[in-house]
């Protein structure tokens, strides 16, 4: 087996989270990169390790697009080969299940839990694999907007990533019919091998998810498909802001937008920018530096 490598640094728990939440914002995050963080003693639960696999030797890029993850100052990033270890396997087990609601979601590595909502996602594939603060917190709001009774008889997932928030939605509301898309066409062959190892099926009917490669709501399909009664937008504050006309309007009146990726100094402006197009806020969670808004959209137009 050939020699892998990490880079290491001990964090507060904040402050790993803060970073793994801020990789799965960055649209070209190279792939090879695969993070993980965990609490390094039980009994201080406060004090993690925030680990950086790599398949090969660390370079100057890799050290700097690591420590740009860190708001401020970056810790010391320590480089460290992990000899005759497959490297894939080894950072996969190092990412333990989460549970968001209803949802429990693991790497293969892990068992499944009977008793939830089970979701696999590799590790590997770094956009959206539920370890970050705004996926999870994607996962409990659509936990609670089910358990408050919202009935979705279409939904999107703009941005999707590993196809996690979609195959979620579709768990939730199993007969609707179910969108996804995101901008990198790499996601297809994810979310591809995803679906399948989830028991999704891919096609336009019912039950089904149908994906296409897409920058935000400009594409003939999503448009052809609106409008939605719920729509999922886990990307950046900066461009859901700026999507908000485009959002609300591919939504039904009286419609669902969960929208994610805004730190809660950053919710003011991206409210502000729905409201203008008549969407109020139902419900917000906060996930560390993070919110999850559930906005509702006017029912007259």
């Known amino acids: 087996m050939s020699a892998s490598w990490k880079l290491r640094a001990e964090v507060a728990k904040p402050v790993a989270e803060a970073a793994l939440?801020?990789?799965?914002?960055?649209?070209?995050?190279?792939?090879?990169?695969v993070?993980?963080?965990?609490?390094?003693?039980?009994?201080?639960?406060?004090?993690?390790?925030?680990?950086?696999?790599?398949?090969?030797?660390?370079t100057p890029a890799d050290h700097e697009a690591v420590a740009a993850l860190f708001a401020g100052d970056a810790p010391d990033l320590v480089a460290e080969?992990?000899?005759?270890?497959?490297?894939?396997?080894?950072?996969?087990?190092?990412?333990?299940?989460?549970?968001?609601?209803?949802?429990?979601?693991h790497t293969p590595d892990h068992p499944a839990d009977p008793d939830a909502v089970d979701l696999v996602i590799p590790?590997?594939?770094?956009?959206?694999?539920?370890?970050?603060?705004?996926?999870?917190?994607?996962?409990?709001?659509?936990?609670?907007?089910?358990?408050?009774?919202?009935?979705?008889?279409?939904?999107?997932?703009?941005?999707?990533?590993?196809?996690?928030?979609?195959?979620?939605a579709m768990r939730?509301?199993?007969?609707?019919?179910?969108?996804?898309?995101?901008?990198?066409?790499?996601?297809?062959g994810v979310l591809a091998?995803?679906?399948?190892?989830?028991?999704?099926?891919?096609?336009g009917g019912r039950g089904e998810l149908l994906f296409t490669v897409a920058d935000g709501m400009n594409?003939?399909?999503?448009?052809?498909?609106?409008?939605?009664?719920?729509?999922?937008?886990n990307i950046l504050a900066g461009p859901l802001a700026e999507m908000a006309e485009d959002l609300c309007a591919a939504v039904t009146p009286g419609g669902s937008i969960v929208?994610?990726?805004?730190?809660?100094?950053?919710?003011?402006r991206v409210r502000a920018a729905y409201r203008r197009q008549g969407a109020r806020l139902a419900r917000r969670l906060v996930k560390g530096d993070w919110s999850i808004l559930w906005l509702r959209t006017s029912r007259i137009r």
């Open 21 to 33: 939440a801020a990789q799965e914002l960055v649209p070209d995050w190279d792939a090879d990169i």
């Open 35 to 58: 993070l993980t963080a965990c609490e390094i003693d039980e009994q201080h639960p406060d004090d993690w390790l925030f680990e950086a696999w790599l398949p090969h030797e660390p």
């Open 81 to 105: 080969q992990v000899p005759d270890t497959d490297w894939v396997t080894e950072s996969q087990q190092r990412v333990t299940p989460i549970r968001a609601g209803r949802f429990h979601v």
């Open 123 to 168: 590790a590997s594939q770094a956009f959206g694999t539920g370890q970050h603060a705004t996926t999870a917190g994607c996962l409990a709001m659509l936990d609670l907007m089910k358990r408050e009774g919202a009935s979705i008889r279409h939904h999107a997932d703009i941005g999707t990533g590993t196809g996690l928030l979609a195959f979620a």
């Open 172 to 188: 939730l509301w199993p007969n609707a019919l179910a969108t996804a898309s995101d901008i990198d066409p790499v996601c297809a």
């Open 193 to 203: 091998d995803n679906a399948a190892s989830n028991g999704v099926s891919l096609g």
């Open 219 to 233: 594409d003939p399909l999503l448009q052809a498909r609106a409008p939605f009664d719920l729509l999922i937008a």
């Open 259 to 268: 929208l994610a990726g805004l730190l809660e100094t950053q919710e003011a």
